[in-house]
């Protein structure tokens, strides 16, 4: 083989280690977040993110979900009840119709008048609903609920003079047969008020809770243990109801003064009965 040959190999090579050396060596590649994911229903969310998403800091509150408003804004139609969280307890399916999609097109009604009257509520069929309540007669009131055929369901209220609270129009029967709240069957002799809302707009029950009447608030926890402090003479009632209105248990039904500790089976809704101070809490 030549010197020539050999000199224009070298040349060749030179070039080649010329040529890679100029080529500049790619940088770390920034890492790209995941783009916010479209969920179907509560059910496919809440695999991922078990407690919800909220939107802000603020609608978070005391809960366990989320902040995401990326994710939130994407699947905001899951937010049933407006309240800022996907998929707590007041957006959850109903298993007995529709009484979330019900509730969220409800628009509140307010009732007024004097003495003994049955009022016709107009609710949706399936519907969960509250009502808040004023009544200003001296010797008192009763307040029932009643199906469509006039037979009751529940006496919701029984004051021995004037009253205001909230109270859950809890459904009879069971998802099978159920028994849907129509009117309010109210006698008494004084000025009354009702005003009606989905019962998805109550507070959620946070940890703890306090009062002096009727209360009506939702939770999306687990089985726990309450600490109950009741301070009156008179009857004092914790009841849990499920998402569709049914009751799931009498948590407690006492008389006096009480400061305890009591099991309190998950559920949608906590129903407190009361005409005195009292203060719950989770043990």
Known sequence: MGFGHKFTNRRRVIAAIALVISIPMAGPVAASKPAPKKFANCTALLKTYKNGVASTKKAKGKTKAVVNAAIYKLNKKLDVDTNGILCDAGDLPSNSGSSNA???????????????????????AGMVAIATIE??????????????????????????????????????????????????????????????????TVPVFDGEVAGDSDAVYRYAGKDTELAVVHEGEDAFTVRVYDKDGFLVEKTLDEYGEIDDVYPMTAGAYIVVSATASWLISKA
Not at 110 to 122: K, Q
Not at 156 to 184: F, M, N, Q, W
């Open 102 to 124: 019900a509730s969220k097109k409800f628009t509140p009604k307010t009732f007024s008048g004097s003495g003994s009257e049955v009022v016709s509520l107009g609710l949706p």
């Open 135 to 200: 009544f200003d007669g001296a010797d008192g009131v009763t307040i029932s609920t009643v199906d469509a055929e006039e037979s009751m369901i529940d006496m919701i209220v029984s004051s021995y003079g004037p009253y205001t609270g909230t109270v859950l129009l809890a459904r009879g029967g069971d998802a099978e047969t159920p028994y849907d709240v129509a009117a309010l069957d109210i006698s008494g002799e004084g000025n009354w008020k009702v005003k009606m809302s989905a019962a998805t």
